[in-house]
């Protein structure tokens, strides 16, 4: 067995920074349903989310905080540019739609209450807090 004689490899190495970008955010919405900002600009507007970013605790929503992009012509026959495109938001500032009353609402989450499903496995499943229907999951 080496001998570790240097300093810098003979002390014990943490991992504390490999554990920290490797954390991930519970967000309470996810790709596929649909939204309401809450604040900021675009305060109103609704759109679905295109993307969740879990590491950054925001998401991407279609039609909302569009930025201008400046796009230039790769090769010859490519025509250069300015695109719009939305750009992410942080999950904090949009607020999840009852699919029935199309209002915003929080979440909770409970167990599945249907008793052929409960036999196979408990599944978890998000439940509005306004009205205590189930919000289906969009896959």
């Known amino acids: 067995m080496r001998i570790l ?3 810098k490899t003979a002390k014990t190495r943490l991992h ?3 554990a920290l970008n490797s954390k991930r955010m519970k967000l309470r919405v996810s790709k596929g349903d649909t939204v309401r900002v809450m604040r900021g600009e675009d305060k ?3 759109g679905k989310v295109i993307r969740v970013f879990l590491k950054t605790g925001r ?6 905080n569009l930025v201008k992009m400046h796009r230039k012509a790769r090769t010859a026959e490519e025509q250069s540019g300015i695109r719009e495109a939305p750009a992410s938001i942080h999950a904090s500032n949009v607020m999840l739609l009852d699919p029935k009353s199309g209002e915003p ?4 989450s409970r167990f599945d209450s ?3 499903r409960a ?5 978890k499943e998000r439940v509005s807090v306004k009205n205590g229907e189930p919000i289906p999951r969009v896959r």
Do not use: I, N, P
């Open 5 to 7: 004689k240097h300093r």
């Open 16 to 18: 504390a920074r490999h």
């Open 44 to 46: 109103g507007k609704e």
């Open 59 to 64: 998401v991407l929503v279609e039609g909302v």
């Open 105 to 108: 609402t929080r979440t909770q």
């Open 114 to 116: 249907d008793v052929e």
């Open 119 to 123: 036999e196979r496995r408990r599944t």
